[in-house]
């Protein structure tokens, strides 16, 4: 029997009016959630990806500032714009899409936003919350897999989970969040040998490496759950994942389908992290 499809459109969906109602609440008690998203150059692909952004924004009732700059606006420049966003009270999450321009040190910006606006969990306080346990936000993409996780109402104790991959966004992030939930982890990489020989061992597999078909049906143990992060053209232009989709799903329990598979759970795990900050940003309001 072919593998189930986890829908990350149709979880999706329900968990953004979940999102939607919280926000007209926290509305009615005076705060409008917002996200300031700011592109500094003309990615075609972060075009796309910020137009999704403040798309999804607009349609949970969740205020959206986009902030565009030229490909040469200076480093020094971002920066005031990013202290100026820290300041903000309409503003409870600052984005900056990536890749930046060259000239601008990416990691001197993400450490520029307040950790308390951190919607992306890039922030190394952010990781350093993940890595030990304390309460900050999680990266979008590895939290929305988890999501999908849950949603099939897996249990990870105890599993293995291998995760191919170790990005600080995606790779890093979803292991420590497995490793939360007591599974066994793995993580593979580009100088990983014989990464069949891990995979075979795992209950769930998470890739995320940026490579069409790098995950075949002779590398998945029958019944496992496959997420895939890839996010790929192939040789018609068309999305795809790191799984070979057709043939994996003949063997696995469970996948998620490219397109409509982990993206969309991507942009959701932004607008809750956004309602997240407004919430706290409430909070903190009620107690002063
Ligand atoms: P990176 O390029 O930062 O990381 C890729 C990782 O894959 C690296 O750790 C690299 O290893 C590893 N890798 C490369 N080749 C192999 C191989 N042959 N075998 C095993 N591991 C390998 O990418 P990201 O983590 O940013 O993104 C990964 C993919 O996920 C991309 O396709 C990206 O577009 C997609 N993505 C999708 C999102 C979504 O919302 N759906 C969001 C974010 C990303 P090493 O560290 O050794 O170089």
């Known amino acids: 029997m072919p593998a189930q499809i986890i829908d990350g459109l149709a979880l999706s969906k329900k968990l953004r009016l979940a999102i939607a109602d919280q926000v007209t609440s926290l509305k009615q008690r005076g705060i409008q959630p917002g996200l300031a998203v700011v592109l500094v150059g003309d990615n075609p692909a972060s075009q796309v990806y910020v137009r999704n952004k403040i798309k999804a924004c607009e349609d949970a009732g969740i205020h959206s500032v986009l902030e565009k700059y030229e490909a040469d606006f200076s480093e020094a420049d971002l920066l005031a714009r990013i202290e100026a966003l820290n300041h903000d009270p309409a503003i409870h999450g600052i984005l900056v899409q990536l890749p930046l ?3 601008i040190n990416e990691q001197k910006v993400l450490e520029a936003i307040s950790a308390q606006k951190d919607v992306d969990g890039f922030h190394v306080s952010s990781a350093g919350a993940l890595m030990t346990g304390l309460p900050g936000f999680w990266p979008c993409t590895p939290h929305g897999c988890l999501k999908m996780l849950d949603d099939i109402g897996y249990d ?3 599993k293995h989970a291998v995760v191919v991959g170790r990005s600080n966004i995606v790779g890093k992030p979803m292991a420590l969040m497995l490793l939360s939930r007591s599974a066994t982890v793995t ?3 580009s100088a990983t040998q014989n990464l069949a020989a891990f995979t075979r061992q795992a209950d769930v597999i998470v890739a995320a490496v940026g490579k069409q078909n790098l995950i075949t049906a002779d590398m998945v143990k029958p019944g ?3 997420i895939d992060v890839g ?3 192939n040789a018609e232009g068309k ?4 799984v070979d989709f057709d043939g994996v799903r003949e ?3 469970w996948i998620t389908p490219v397109p409509g598979g982990v993206g969309p759970m991507t942009i ?3 607008l809750d992290n956004t309602l997240q900050s407004a919430e706290r940003s409430a909070a903190v309001r009620q107690t002063a």
């Open 251 to 253: 063997v696995a329990g």
């Open 239 to 242: 999305l795809c994942g790191d």
């Open 187 to 189: 993580i593979c990489h």
């Open 231 to 233: 996010m790929n053209r």
């Open 156 to 158: 990870l104790r105890g």
């Open 101 to 103: 321009p060259a000239h």
């Open 268 to 270: 959701t795990m932004l």
């Open 224 to 226: 496992a759950i496959v």
